[in-house]
Every structure is written in structure tokens, then in C-alpha cells.
């Protein structure tokens, strides 16, 4: 019998999170298998065709302290994102610190109520209001640390489209689809696109050929459910690795322009409101 795990992401978490590249055309059968298992989140079950807006604005040190130790594989490394699904208010908001230590990554979430983050980042004259629980507060707090001991600042402004399921069978697992990757060169506390900015990333130089979706399994570190061993198993899915802050990056400072009338998820791009 399936029980409702709709309850908001813990504040922090220590999951596996395995990534594959897929087409699109693998969307629909990998829903269908999770039906099984699993519900839509709440924003999914909230949108038309089941996908969301995701808008992630990633911090690094003045020299790209954070990206090198991704790029390096050290075996302990973390980034720092502020994220927003709801980018007419931009609240709540989400300061997320990623850390991953060998295979295991650990989640630290603050959820932000207060509009007046940029100035509490920017200086120490506003401090954040808000908090609806101690652990937001002190995750918050380990945000604001870092980003000071580190000088980090915005870099890179991200959105995609997401899909995501919650299992109602297991106390934490989750699965998600992304599609329609872009992003922009973001210097400023900002989480509001400029559309003439935004360039895609999710093509043919950095995904495998006829693979524009990133799909992840995400569940506790202690033990991943047989259900998604069965889904690996039945799809003869093969893991790989991908970063949207890096791809983005390279997009960005690559100086290269893909053309949006190329895109292999093109499927999707009209039903979405791509222009």
C-alpha cells in the first residue's frame, strides 16, 4: 500500500545520486515504471505536462575554487546555488550547499522567506528574517560562512525543465527528468533570466548523441530500493556524470552559441514556451 511522502526536502539530506543521459523517447515508458512506485512531486502534479521551471544561480571563489575541485575529482568538494522554482516572486528561495565526499553527496537547505536576501548577502546591515524552523536558520548561517571565507560570488545563472517523482514506498527516494537546459553569465544576486542572455547547453557537444535529457536517481545513502535496480536492469541504463554548473561555465566562458532550432529536445520546446 503506497503512503504519501509529499513532506518538503529535510534540511539536510545524504543521499546517492546516480545521473544518466537519455532521449526523450525514454520519458514516457520511465514514468510509466515509476507509476508503480512513486507520485509526482507537488510542482509536477501542478503543471500541464508534468514539467517545471528550475532556476539555480551558482557561487564560486574569485579564482573557481569550486569548479576546479570538481574538475580535479577531489574526493571532497562542494558547490554553493541559490534556487527558486517560482520566478515571478522568487520566494521562497533556497540556499543550497552540495557537499560530496566520495560517493556519497550531502545536502544542507535553507528555505528563505525573506525578499530581502540579495541585501543580506551583500551586506551584514539586513540580517534574514523568516526562518520557519532552527535548521533553516543554521544552514543559512553555514551559507553565509562560506560564501564569506570563500569571497564567492555569483557566476552562473541556470534554468531547466523538470519532472519529478516522490516513491511512496520508501521513506526518501526520488527521480527526476531534465530537460531544455540553459544559462547566463550572472555577476549579480539575481534569479530572473535575460532572455537575450540565455543560451542552451544540452546539445550534441556536450551530450551524447540523441541524449538531451539528464536523468537521476536520488535516495539514501544507507540504501537504494530495489525498485530502481529494477529500472537500471529493465532500461539497460548505463551511469554516467554531468554537471550542469560545469557544462554551464563552459558554455558561458567557451563563447560558443548553439542554434535553438537544432535542439534535440524539440519535442518539448513548443508545449514549454520556447521561442
Known amino acids: 500500500m503506497k503512503k504519501s511522502n509529499q513532506q518538503e526536502m529535510p534540511s539536510l539530506l545524504e543521499r546517492h545520486e546516480l545521473k544518466y543521459l537519455i532521449p526523450f523517447s525514454l520519458v514516457d515508458d520511465i514514468s510509466d515504471f515509476l507509476s508503480i512506485y512513486c507520485s509526482k512531486d507537488k510542482y509536477s502534479e501542478n503543471s500541464e505536462d508534468g514539467f517545471y521551471d528550475v532556476y539555480s544561480l551558482y557561487f564560486d571563489s574569485p579564482d573557481f575554487l569550486f569548479l576546479r575541485k570538481r574538475l580535479?575529482?577531489?574526493?571532497?568538494?562542494?558547490?554553493?546555488?541559490?534556487?527558486?522554482?517560482?520566478?515571478?516572486?522568487?520566494?521562497?528561495?533556497?540556499?543550497?550547499?552540495?557537499?560530496?565526499?566520495?560517493r556519497i553527496v550531502r545536502k544542507y537547505r535553507a528555505v528563505i522567506h525573506d525578499p530581502l536576501w540579495p541585501q543580506a548577502l551583500e551586506t551584514?546591515?539586513?540580517?534574514?528574517?523568516?526562518?520557519?524552523s532552527e535548521k533553516d536558520a543554521?544552514?543559512?548561517?553555514?551559507?553565509?560562512?562560506?560564501?564569506?571565507?570563500?569571497?564567492?560570488a555569483p557566476r552562473v545563472l541556470t534554468h531547466y525543465r523538470r519532472k519529478a517523482f516522490i516513491s511512496e514506498v520508501d521513506d526518501y527516494a526520488r527521480v527526476t527528468f531534465d530537460i531544455n537546459l540553459r544559462c547566463q553569465l550572472e555577476e549579480q544576486f539575481n534569479l530572473t533570466p535575460d532572455e537575450a542572455q540565455m543560451n542552451a547547453y544540452d546539445n550534441e557537444t556536450v551530450f551524447d548523441p540523441d541524449c538531451c535529457?539528464?536523468?537521476?536517481?536520488?535516495?539514501?545513502?544507507?540504501?537504494?530500493?530495489?525498485?530502481?535496480?529494477?529500472?537500471?536492469?529493465?532500461?539497460?541504463?548505463?551511469?554516467g556524470c554531468f554537471s550542469k554548473y560545469s557544462a554551464s561555465i563552459h558554455q558561458v566562458f567557451g563563447n560558443f552559441q548553439y542554434d535553438m532550432g537544432?535542439?534535440?529536445?524539440?519535442?518539448?520546446?513548443?508545449?514549454?514556451?520556447?521561442?
Open 72 to 102: 580535479e575529482g577531489a574526493e571532497n568538494r562542494f558547490n554553493m546555488r541559490i534556487r527558486t522554482y517560482n520566478i515571478d516572486s522568487g520566494m521562497p528561495c533556497f540556499f543550497e550547499i552540495k557537499q560530496k565526499r566520495n
Open 213 to 239: 535529457v539528464i536523468l537521476e536517481l536520488k535516495c539514501y545513502s544507507t540504501q537504494v530500493p530495489l525498485w530502481m535496480l529494477d529500472l537500471i536492469r529493465y532500461f539497460d541504463l548505463k551511469q
Open 138 to 152: 543554521l544552514n543559512a548561517d553555514l551559507f553565509i560562512r562560506l560564501l564569506c571565507s570563500y569571497q564567492a
Open 262 to 275: 537544432d535542439r534535440l529536445a524539440g519535442s518539448v520546446s513548443a508545449s514549454v514556451g520556447w521561442g
Open 124 to 132: 551584514s546591515l539586513h540580517p534574514l528574517e523568516g526562518f520557519q
